[in-house]
């Protein structure tokens, strides 16, 4: 409810802790579609070596593995669309430049990179008759300059409670079984939707442990596709 919405009838004014906003907490947005902007762009580095870290491309692409790729990082966002809406939230969310095949028309693969994917929500005439090098240098450029793009925001939490104990409990595990439990602790927007399609900010992990939600950029919009901005339900 937005503060245009809300109505002061109970002169008691009595708390609702489902409702109740604490001192510093952030207000997240709902899930849906908004134009946002980057505030801070850079590249992933290691902490302990602060060397750049480098992905390789899909092994149906590059089967030796040799080529390696830089990582973006939106670490920073405004939301400019819907206004109401609007706000600066941190994300530190990766953005990935390793190519890979994603399913076309008539099933044909067509190779694919995230970094693309933002550059044609920034601008898809940008984007095309580039390499993807050339896409990597763009969308930089273009992030730093101030464009905009259309992204669906969701929300996202990790229990890392959970995940460790259940590695801990189960010495010996290989990378694939470790995977698979990190993958079990991570929430998605769905897991924070109430069953009346409204969404809370805080939800249950495995633990037992309440979460909380932070923002993730889920899809990036084509530029060229119009798509009805502010909450929505996916």
């Known amino acids: 409810m937005s503060m245009s919405e809300t109505t002061y009838s109970d002169d008691n004014f009595t708390i609702n802790n489902d409702e109740y906003v604490d001192q510093g907490a952030t207000i997240l947005p709902i899930p849906g579609n908004y134009k946002l902007k980057a ?5 992933r580095k290691d902490r302990a070596t602060g060397q ?3 992905r390789a491309a899909n092994i149906k692409l590059d089967p030796s593995g040799e080529k390696r790729w830089p990582i973006l990082m939106l670490n920073r966002v405004e939301i400019v669309e819907p206004f109401e809406e609007g706000g600066v939230f941190p994300i530190f ?5 390793s190519p890979f095949p994603r399913r076309g028309a008539g099933g044909k693969d067509v190779v694919a ?3 693309v994917d933002l550059l044609r929500s920034i601008d898809v005439d940008a984007a095309n008759g580039l390499n993807m090098e050339q896409a990597i240098e763009e969308v ?3 992030l730093m300059s101030g464009q905009t793009f259309t992204s669906y925001v969701g929300y996202a939490a990790t229990d890392f409670d959970w995940a460790k104990s259940q590695i801990a409990a189960n010495p010996g595990l290989d990378k694939e079984s470790i995977s698979k439990i990190w993958n079990e602790a991570r929430l998605k927007t769905k897991d924070f939707r109430n069953a009346d399609g409204s969404y809370r900010q805080r939800t249950l992990g495995k633990s037992g442990k309440l979460l ?3 923002i993730v950029l889920t899809s990036f919009v084509p530029s060229t596709k119009d798509v009805p901005l ?3 339900q996916q």
């Open 39 to 43: 505030l801070s762009v850079g590249r």
């Open 52 to 54: 750049a870290v480098l």
């Open 93 to 97: 969310q990766e953005v990935t430049t």
């Open 113 to 115: 990179a995230n970094h």
């Open 140 to 142: 930089e450029k273009l």
């Open 212 to 214: 909380d939600a932070k």
């Open 230 to 232: 502010g909450p929505t």
